[in-house]
């Protein structure tokens, strides 16, 4: 039993290290980050996109950019943000794009 605990945890531990989207914070995490392709143009229409992470051992979802736009009818992107949400391992990411 001793093995398989040390096991899981250097399993996780490496699984957590490994992907710079988990290091805002095991416990709770609240973050935008800029995601890119800002302009100055005006944005008309606004899309979204979730993912979900269940203690960093299984993901659902599309958080795409692509499927941003796609959600919000968008065919020139002008700037896209990524916001990721953690309490005690359950994560959700949501990147918004905007544009026309």
């Not at 051992?57 to 795409?64: A, F, H, N, Q, T």
Request: overall charge positive; glycine content about 14%; charged content about 15%.
């Amino acid at each position: 039993m001793k093995k398989l605990l040390i096991t899981l945890a250097v399993l996780i531990f490496g699984a957590t290290c490994a992907n710079a989207e988990f290091l805002g914070g095991f416990i709770y995490n609240g973050m935008t980050t800029p995601g890119g392709g800002y302009t100055t143009a005006p944005a008309y229409k606004q899309g979204t996109a979730t993912c979900k992470n269940v203690l960093f051992i299984v993901s659902v979802g599309d958080c795409s950019v692509r499927t941003a736009m796609k959600n919000g009818g968008i065919k020139t992107l002008a700037g896209y943000d990524v916001k990721r949400e953690n309490i005690i391992g359950f994560q959700t990411i949501t990147v918004k794009a905007w544009g026309n």
